[in-house]
């Protein structure tokens, strides 16, 4: 703690500017090198029950930068290196941040691997600077409008479909509601609207499909895609599936 105020003893006026907002704030070095561990390096090491269901490289990546920039000292030597617009040898970093080497070490290996700085290596002696190519390549891909890279609603259709239906035959029924309602939709499109169908009607249409006509029946009727009424079945308009029983009409 006491290396960080050492600008202070050499007068404000020496400090670069970035350096002296720096010196305002109060932050605990130790308290940061115990949370930060060798594992957190690599954003693969770190699993969590809260991530989301589809954890896609562009979120790996994503979550990769926000280590990098996750601590205050980490901004300061971005900050540093954009004021300076050069290379900086690494212990110049250090000595103008008041921090030991060891520390920045620490810190520009996590920038790196974030892909916001880059090191050129000549001797003994390693420079760094803003990596301005990846920082430019950050911004067009990792925030562009992509939904983090998720698959769209049509291309997750698609991907449940493919999987589940095989030589226009269905290999087994969802167990998953969201999938069984997208194979469901895709059995829907057998059937016309405005008809009435009798229950062996419906199974004749499903039968190709799958042996168990009996649940997928009843899935149609659950997910109110079909409404049935005394062994009569139809198909529910697509403004009326949420809506109850009692306020869908029939055709």
Not at 32 to 44: E, I, L, P, Y
Not at 190 to 212: C, M, Q
């Amino acid at each position: 703690m006491g290396k960080d105020r050492q600008w202070e003893k050499r007068g404000r006026e020496e400090m670069p500017e970035v350096v002296k907002r720096y010196t305002l704030a109060e932050y605990d070095e130790r308290q940061m090198n115990r949370r930060w561990q060798a594992q957190d390096f690599s954003v693969k090491a770190i699993h969590t029950e809260y991530d989301p269901q589809y954890f896609t490289p562009h979120m790996a990546r994503m979550r990769v930068l926000g280590l990098a920039l996750a601590d205050p000292k980490r901004l300061l030597i971005l900050a540093l290196l954009a004021e300076q617009n050069r290379e900086m040898y690494g212990q110049e970093i250090a000595e103008r941040l008041g921090v030991t080497p060891q520390t920045i070490s620490h810190h520009l290996h996590i920038l790196m691997n974030g892909g916001l700085i880059r090191e050129r290596r000549e001797n003994a002696y390693r420079y760094y600077s803003l990596d301005t190519e990846s920082i430019g390549q950050i911004r067009e891909t990792m925030f562009a409008d992509d939904h983090l890279g998720l698959p769209t609603r049509t291309e997750s259709r698609s991907r449940v479909i493919e999987v589940f239906f095989q030589n226009d035959r269905l290999v087994s029924i969802p167990a998953q509601r969201t999938k069984r309602r997208i194979i469901l939709e895709e059995l829907a499109r057998s059937f016309e609207w405005g008809r009435i169908y009798t229950e062996p009607e419906v199974n004749a249409i499903l039968k190709p499909f799958h042996e168990d006509v009996s649940s997928l029946r009843r899935h149609l009727f659950d997910e109110q895609i079909m409404m049935r009424d005394h062994g009569r079945y139809w198909l529910v308009r697509p403004d009326d599936a949420n809506q109850s029983d009692e306020g869908t009409t029939q055709p």
